[in-house]
């Protein structure tokens, strides 16, 4: 297996201080102490998969975001800016997020999974079962509410 996320973030880290780029030692420094403040939780300490670190990128990376259109909200354009610098570089380790045309398409073939095991098309009773189905399809490149607005406005 080629290099891992988190050696990826490591190393990426590295380059950032030997640059001295401080926003981006910054904010890969957190990322790390993300994953490993997640690897920690729980019972036992243990290595997190490259899936659960996209997660944790993932749920930071809407942290900014949402930050961001608070302080926006409040004219504090500079902090931000700062926001939106942080989940641009999140971003980049990110899978690219699916556009509309393939996020119905990820909803489609779910809906056509779940009617396949179940018999017949599925409906808002079944959604539990499509989101399931859709959420493996997108792999992480499509967030739960957008996912889960498709798959409503599909059944």
Not at 25 to 50: H, N, P, W, Y
Not at 62 to 91: F, H, M, P, V, W
Not at 107 to 122: F, K, L, M, S, Y
């Amino acid at each position: 297996m080629p290099d891992s996320l988190k050696a990826r973030l490591r190393s990426d880290m590295t380059a950032a201080m030997k640059a001295k780029d401080s926003l981006r030692t910054a904010t890969i420094r957190m990322l790390m102490a993300a994953v490993q403040t997640e690897e920690v939780s729980g019972k036992a300490a243990r290595e997190l998969t490259d899936d659960e670190v996209l997660k944790v990128l993932a749920k930071e990376s809407k942290k900014r975001g949402e930050s961001a259109e608070i302080y926006t909200e409040n004219g504090r354009g500079e902090l931000a800016a700062q926001e939106r610098a942080e989940a641009q570089i999140i971003d980049e380790y990110l899978p690219t997020p699916l556009n509309d045309a393939e996020l119905v398409d990820v909803v489609d073939t779910a809906i056509a999974q779940v009617a396949e095991e179940i018999g017949e098309r599925p409906g808002m009773r079944q959604m539990g079962q499509v989101m399931k189905a859709a959420t493996a399809l997108a792999g992480g490149k499509a967030d739960g509410s957008r996912l889960s607005h498709a798959v409503k406005s599909r059944l």
